[in-house]
Every structure is written in C-alpha cells, then in structure tokens.
C-alpha cells in the first residue's frame, strides 16, 4: 500500500512480468514541457524551496551538516553516511548540472535547511534505448520533519524541474523497497581493519576466531600485485573512456559517460576517488580500478567516530582476471587508510567476491527507474551501474 508511490509512472507490483525487453518502454503518456506547470509544487506554511549553490562554502557546510546528521544509516541505527563536503561537490557538479536540480527546503523565519534532494544528468543506456535521464540522489528530511509527507513534494518539485529541462526519466538506488525494482543488488564486506570493526560492531568475530587471527586472515601486501598499476591522470582520460565504454556496453543498464564526464569521475580527487590504470607495454591502458571514499559515522561509540569505507567504483579488468585487479584495488584501499571495503554483485563481481574474502551484508540496494518499463527484472550481473 504505497500511497504515494501508486500515483506515480513507474513499475507497479501487481504488474505482469514480461521476458522481452521488446516491452521496455515510457509509463507516462508522452508530455511536452509546454505541459509543465511553471509554478513550484507548495510547501506547508513557514517553509520555502532554495536552490543550494554548493560552490559557496557555507551552503555546501550547511547541505554537509543536514546529510551528516540526518541521512541514510543501517537497519540497527549503528552507521549513518557522512560524505564529506569535497564528496558533495563532486558528486553533485559533474557536466551539465543545473542549479535548480540541487533542491533544498528551509524554513522561512530561522532560513535553516530541513531538507534537500537532487538530480543530475546522465545518459544512461536501458537495454538498447539511450535516454537522456537524471541520477537523483541525497533525498534527505531533517529527523524531526519525519512521516509529514514532505518527501512526495520534494519528489515531485525535483520532477517538474527536470521535466521544464525536457527529461522524461530518472534512475535512482535506495536500500528501501518501493515499486518496483528494475535491480536487486546485494552489498558485500571486505575487512581491511578487523580491530577497529569489531570495536564498533560493524561485524562480530566468528566462533573461535580472534582479532589476532583475524589480523592474519585479512592481512593484504603493501603493494599492488599487477604490474604497471598507477594513479590515473589527465592524459589517460581517453584512453580509459574508451576502455569504459566498450566494458559498460556489455550491460543491460549503464551509464554513457563523454569524455569531460570520465574526467570528472575518474581523475583522482584525496579521500573522494581514487583511479587507478594498467599501463601494458608500449604505454597501452589495458586495465583500470576505482573506488570511493565514503565514510560513516559511528553512532554510538566511544572509542570512535568515523569508519573510512572504500566503495567499489568502476573497474575493467581485460588484460588481468578481476580477481587480481579487484585485490590490487582492496591492497590500495587498505594502504590508503580504509577500514573496510564495500562492493555490491553487479558487474561480474558475484563471481569474485567470495575468493577476495568478502562477507555478504545486511544491506540490499535496489535499482529504479522513473517513467521507464524494463520488461524483464534485471539480474545484479546485468547492472553496469554505480551510483554514489
Ligand atoms: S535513497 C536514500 C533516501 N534518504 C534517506 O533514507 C535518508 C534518511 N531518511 C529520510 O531523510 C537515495 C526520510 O526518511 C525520507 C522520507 C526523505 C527518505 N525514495 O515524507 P514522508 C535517494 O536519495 C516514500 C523514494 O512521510 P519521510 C533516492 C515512502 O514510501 N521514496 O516520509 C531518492 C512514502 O511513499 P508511499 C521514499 O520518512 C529517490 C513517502 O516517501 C523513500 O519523512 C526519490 C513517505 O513520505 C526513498 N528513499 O521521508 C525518487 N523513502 O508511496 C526519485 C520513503 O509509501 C524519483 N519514501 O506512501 C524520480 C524523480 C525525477 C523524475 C525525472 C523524470
Ligand atoms: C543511494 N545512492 O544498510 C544510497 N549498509 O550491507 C542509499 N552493513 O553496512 C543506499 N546493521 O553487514 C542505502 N556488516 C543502502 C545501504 C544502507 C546502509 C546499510 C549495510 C550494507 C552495512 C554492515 C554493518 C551492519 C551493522 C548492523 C554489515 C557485516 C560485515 C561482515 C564483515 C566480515 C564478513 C561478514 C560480513
């Protein structure tokens, strides 16, 4: 019973399933923006929207301090998400990006921000259509504006504003269920720092097992095993757009990234993302890793208060079986700090995770997209993409 949702152009779960993705297609009938209406959806009295130009270093704090305190955590309340403030600004200022797409709400008589949302462009690629879509992202209501059905207004302002753009669709992730999946994908664990994610219940030893034992167990080299591994820079962006593109179109749902976009995503920024190639002989890209930084707060401890997980990014292994480039990727992860590795099953990744030692979570997140039918439910190894 999704009051909201059961409104809204998107897969219903009553639906029949399809097997052809010859029934992929619109849900909405087909609008122009003319259709639009110009005028904001309305707030309740005392709030009002603004747009957050997080170039300016206070608004980026304050959409910072809204997400540290108030976004996504895990289903026993022990984690919540803190991306820092140089995460945001990459995350929400790739190419393309407008201002009214990074939405927020405040309240009018103290101007605190309670809430945001936001959307970003990407071509993204279903099956065989290419469209042009947003990625939405950090919807987030402040903890005591809770169950008061502002999350429908947010949806539906940032909708009609990317609507007035011409964007008839949108994809998202969330570990919630909501009608109705395109994917299902499972989170998975690497240790890389077994002390310090006993000591903040991030998992439980094992009977029999020691944190010295442990120690042992997930103890990785100093450095990467392949050879010719090293930071990604400037001039490899084509080469690694065109390494990417012919990878990612072996999936059912990926991105299709221009390379100003690969620049953006790829170059290495300290402690938001790091990219790695595989330069072969003769100075050829073959191969190529990445992950980002994205760290956590820890809820209730006294010993500490952040875990530095690393997140699987995108990653290519042609030349070099994934196994071997996914460790290098855990070797540099592990050597920049991180306490943990985080992937999920999309890619070919379901086939390696086991091997590099990682444990299955008890988080799942799943795919969606808005105003898009996929006939036929994807299986994670068909997913080809990463959201932040
Ligand atoms: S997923 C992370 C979302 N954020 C968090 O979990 C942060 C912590 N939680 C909160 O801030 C990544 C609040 O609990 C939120 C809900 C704001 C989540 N997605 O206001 P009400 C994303 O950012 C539905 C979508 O009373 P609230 C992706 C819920 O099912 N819908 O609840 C975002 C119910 O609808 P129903 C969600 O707890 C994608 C309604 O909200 C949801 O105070 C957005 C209740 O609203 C979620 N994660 O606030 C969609 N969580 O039908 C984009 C709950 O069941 C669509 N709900 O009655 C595309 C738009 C663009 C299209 C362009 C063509
Ligand atoms: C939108 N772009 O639940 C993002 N994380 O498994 C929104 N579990 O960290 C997506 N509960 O399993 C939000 N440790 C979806 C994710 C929300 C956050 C979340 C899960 C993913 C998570 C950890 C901690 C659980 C704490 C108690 C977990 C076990 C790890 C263990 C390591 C050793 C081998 C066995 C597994």
Not at 132 to 152: G, Q, T
Request: proline share 7%; net charge neutral.
């Amino acid at each position: 019973n999704y009051a909201f949702w059961s409104t809204q152009p998107v897969s219903q779960f009553g639906e029949e399933a399809s097997t052809s993705s010859s029934d992929n297609g619109p849900i909405d009938t087909p609008k122009t923006v003319a259709d639009i209406r110009q005028a904001p959806n309305s707030l309740p009295d005392n709030f009002h929207w603004d747009n957050c130009d997080i170039d300016d270093d206070k608004q980026l704090t304050e959409v910072y301090d809204l997400l540290c305190q108030h976004y996504v955590e895990d289903d026993e309340n022990m984690f919540r998400f803190a991306y820092s403030p140089e995460f945001l600004r990459w995350a929400l200022k790739p190419p393309g990006t407008r201002s009214e797409w990074l939405c927020g709400v405040r309240v009018t008589s103290s101007g605190k921000l309670v809430a945001f949302i936001s959307g970003i462009p990407m071509q993204t690629r279903v099956d065989a259509q290419e469209l042009p879509m947003v990625e939405i992202n950090f919807l987030c209501v402040h903890k005591k504006l809770r169950h008061k059905r502002l999350a429908p207004v947010l949806i539906k302002e940032i909708t009609r504003r990317v609507n007035l753009a011409g964007i008839w669709q949108a994809v998202y992730t969330a570990g919630v269920l909501l009608p109705r999946p395109a994917a299902e994908a499972q989170y998975w664990h690497r240790t890389l720092n077994p002390r310090k994610l006993v000591a903040v219940g991030f998992s439980r030893l094992a009977p029999r097992m020691t944190v010295a034992r442990a120690v042992k167990l997930y103890r990785l080299p100093a450095a990467p095993a392949s050879p010719g591994v090293r930071p990604m820079a400037r001039a490899d962006v084509p080469a690694v757009a065109a390494l990417l593109a012919r990878h990612l179109a072996r999936y059912r749902l990926a991105p299709v990234l221009s390379e100003a976009e690969v620049a953006h995503w790829l170059l290495p920024l300290p402690d938001v993302v790091h990219s790695y190639v595989v330069e072969g002989e003769g100075g050829a890209i073959t191969d190529m890793l990445s992950f980002y930084t994205l760290p956590s707060s820890v809820i209730n401890n006294t010993e500490y208060n952040t875990l530095k997980a690393a997140y699987m990014f995108y990653t290519v292994a042609a030349t070099i079986p994934l196994s071997k480039l996914l460790n290098d990727a855990l070797i540099l992860a592990h050597t920049t700090g991180h306490d943990v590795f985080n992937a999920l099953d999309i890619f070919e990744n379901g086939e390696v995770l086991r091997d590099l030692k990682f444990g299955i979570g008890d988080g799942k997140l799943r795919y969606y997209l808005y105003n898009w039918r996929v006939g036929k439910t994807l299986v994670p190894s068909e997913v080809g993409l990463v959201m932040l």
